[in-house]
């Protein structure tokens, strides 16, 4: 099947999506980057990788930690996400950090790097084996890779909330999800995992389950449709958008803590290997 999470979407509409969304996706996704940055641990003098490094939110807070001698590379396939990380590098007024554009499947890198990590960017690999094994070839002897990577889909609230809301509506069942195939859930079977990276040569694997609480602020709530699959659901069935808008926010109003945050439970992994 076509990798539809390929170059040509990063750098076509998903690519310029995700830069649209990039402020409200970094606040949802901070406590996976809190987690990447806790397992990872770069410290001062540290040269860092940061794959699939979008909008580069966590590339840049690796960069106010390696300081002074430290450096973080961010790489990412997508035009759009490197452009948008570059301006945010400008505003951060950082000097140790770059971020290039370019495929960690075959990436070269310049010099290598003692930690190759990732939130949520190293999914959507054609041919995972490979990619891996050109990602170790950019770490040190026994450098570290640690990727946080989602966990089965009906275990990510992000996921099978609005996958739930919108059933009742659907005229006929959406494609199923192959667990196999590059995408979010591209990593999601951890035994999977573990024979990827042995297979691209990676040693001391281990992948543990964590559960995170993924939080919608309440300014976001309202918008947070448009940040899921529902809108590209709704085109491809010609459905009625107006009632699954009004039940999806419905659905996140219901999950408000004390501070009006909508909670999202989401189980990922650590995924952790030695070059
Ligand atoms: C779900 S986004 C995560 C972005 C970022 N790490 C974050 O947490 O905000 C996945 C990212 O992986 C990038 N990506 C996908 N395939 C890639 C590849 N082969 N090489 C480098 N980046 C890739 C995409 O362009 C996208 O920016």
Request: hydrophobic share 45%; proline share 8%.
């Amino acid at each position: 099947m076509a990798n539809v999470h390929d170059a040509a979407a990063w750098n076509g509409e998903t690519g310029e999506r995700w830069v649209r969304m990039s402020d409200m996706m970094d606040s949802v996704l901070a406590p996976a980057g809190d987690l990447l940055l806790q397992q990872a641990g770069p410290t001062s003098g540290k040269y860092v990788l940061d794959i699939g490094c979008g909008a580069g939110a966590t590339s840049l807070r690796a960069a106010r930690i390696v300081v002074p001698d430290g450096m973080v590379t961010g790489l990412d396939v997508s035009g759009p996400l490197i452009g948008e990380a570059r301006r945010r590098l400008a505003n951060a007024k950082l000097t140790n950090a770059t971020f290039e554009h370019g495929d960690a499947a075959h990436w070269s890198a310049p010099a290598p790097y003692d930690i190759a990590m990732s939130r949520f960017g190293v999914m959507f690999f054609d041919d995972p084996p490979g990619a891996f094994a050109n990602i170790r070839k950019a770490l040190k002897p026994g450098g570290e890779m640690v990727a946080i990577t989602w966990n089965r889909p009906e275990l990510a609230e992000l996921f099978s909330l609005p996958k739930q809301v919108i059933s009742p509506f659907l005229k006929y069942p959406p494609p199923a999800q192959n667990l196999y195939e590059p995408g979010p859930f591209g990593l999601s079977d951890e035994v999977y995992t573990r024979k990827v990276l042995e297979q691209a040569g990676w040693s001391d694997i281990s992948i543990t389950a964590q559960d995170l609480v993924l939080k919608v602020a309440p300014e976001h709530i309202r918008d947070f449709y448009n940040n899921t699959p529902l809108p590209a659901l709704v085109d491809a069935q010609e459905l009625d958008e107006g009632p699954i808008r009004a039940a999806f926010t419905a659905a996140l109003e219901d999950r408000r803590d004390d501070s009006g945050s909508a909670c999202l439970k989401s189980g990922v992994w650590v995924v952790r290997a030695r070059a």
